[in-house]
Each structure stands twice: as structure tokens, then as C-alpha cells.
């Protein structure tokens, strides 16, 4: 089987390009689309390099549906979310029962949740001396970082991390696992 997948993105997009990399050996598995509701997300950027079209929404359109009907209309069959920092609405959820999935970068269920995203949630596990951090991969549900939990991966925090030596650890972990679990998972299914 086929699958057409969806990646959503908020930002810099860095994961988003590494999984399309990734997938670009895989015959059964197509970006068909990288999506974003910021119009100067670095993602738009990485997307139009790697050939892969683009769609660009407004939180209404998210909200009232298109988004859902136009995911439909391009038979999107799994979506992954890399640094999209917006909820996923319910009907949409719902449509895509278990195949929505998310990567938040520390171990969930601690330092997750509405506002914990990128270096908020470094500098939350910084400012509580975790000795330990690391990037949780999950079902996405109704609720923020709620879903079940697919995979976890571990890293030290250090005495001298600021959040922004604590991101790039994590980054390179989210780089070196997302694709493969995405890609384990798809296999699963198909
Ligand atoms: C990633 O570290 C991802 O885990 C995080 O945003 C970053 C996006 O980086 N996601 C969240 O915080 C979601 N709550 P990228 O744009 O370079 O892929």
C-alpha cells in the first residue's frame, strides 16, 4: 500500500525536512504536502527546495474544516506533526483515528501540555535541574500531549546546558529516531 502522508509545521521545519529526506528511499511513502498556518515559517522555505507543495492556512480555515476537506480531497492517509505548536481540531482527530502523530521534546507525561513547546520546555527542565531529558512520540487526541505514547528516547541535561545546547541534543535525537518510528509504524499498517 501506498501512503500519502501530510507533515504540519510551525516553524523552522528542521524534522520536517529530515523525515522527507528520509522517505525520499521509501517508494510507499510520499509527502504529499508540508502545511503551516505561519506564512514566515522557514518550512515554506524547505519545502519549496525539496519539490514538495506547500499549503498554507488560516486558524479559521483550521477551525471551520477546509483544512480537514482539503486533507481529504488530496487523500491524505497519515499526518505527521514536527514543531506544529497549534491544536489539532476534535472533528479532525476524530477523522483520522490513530493516525495523527506528534513529537514533543521531553519526556512526557512531565513538561508537556497548552504553551510547552520549543525552548519553553528546555528551559522548564533546566530551571528544575532534571539530570535527564529526551523527545516522547505520541498519538495525538483531544487533548495537548495527552495521547498514547509510541516511543521515548533519553538524554543527559548538564550542569552547563542552556537551552539551547539542551535543543540541539534533543533535535538530533528527534532526527535520528522520528523517520524510523514514522516509518515502523506505516509498515504496521500497510
Ligand atoms: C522540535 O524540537 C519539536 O519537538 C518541538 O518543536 C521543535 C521543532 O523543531 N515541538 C513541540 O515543542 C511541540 N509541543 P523543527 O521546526 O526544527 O522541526
Known amino acids: 500500500m501506498m501512503f500519502n502522508i501530510a507533515i504540519f509545521a510551525s516553524g523552522s521545519g528542521s524534522n520536517a525536512e529530515n523525515i522527507a529526506k528520509h522517505f525520499l ?14 506564512p514566515n515559517a522557514f518550512v515554506l522555505e524547505r519545502a519549496k527546495r525539496l519539490g514538495i507543495p506547500t499549503f498554507l492556512f488560516t486558524m479559521d480555515e483550521l477551525r471551520n474544516g477546509s483544512v480537514l476537506s482539503k486533507l481529504i480531497e488530496q487523500k491524505i492517509d497519515f499526518i505527521v506533526l514536527a514543531g506544529f505548536l497549534k491544536m489539532v481540531p476534535v472533528e479532525m482527530v476524530r477523522h483520522f483515528n490513530n493516525r495523527i ?12 501540555g497548552k504553551g510547552m513547546y520549543g525552548d ?8 528544575a535541574g532534571e539530570t535527564e531529558s529526551g523527545i516522547t512520540i505520541h498519538y495525538v487526541n483531544e487533548h495537548y500531549d495527552e495521547g ?5 528516547a533519553r538524554c543527559s541535561v548538564l550542569p552547563n546546558d542552556t537551552p539551547e545546547t539542551l ?12 523517520p524510523k518510528v514514522i516509518e515502523t509504524l506505516l509498515e504496521k499498517m500497510g
Do not use: C, M
Open 120 to 127: 519553553r520546555v528546555h528551559k522548564a527542565v533546566i530551571a
Open 148 to 152: 498514547d505514547i509510541i516511543f521515548q
Open 167 to 178: 535543543a540541539q541534543r534533543i533535535h538530533e535525537l528527534e532526527w535520528e529516531h522520528y
Open 25 to 38: 528511499s521509501n517508494p510507499k511513502l510520499k509527502i504529499t504536502l508540508i502545511a503551516t498556518e505561519n
Open 101 to 112: 502523530v506528534n513529537i514533543h521534546p521531553a519526556l512526557l507525561p512531565k513538561y508537556g
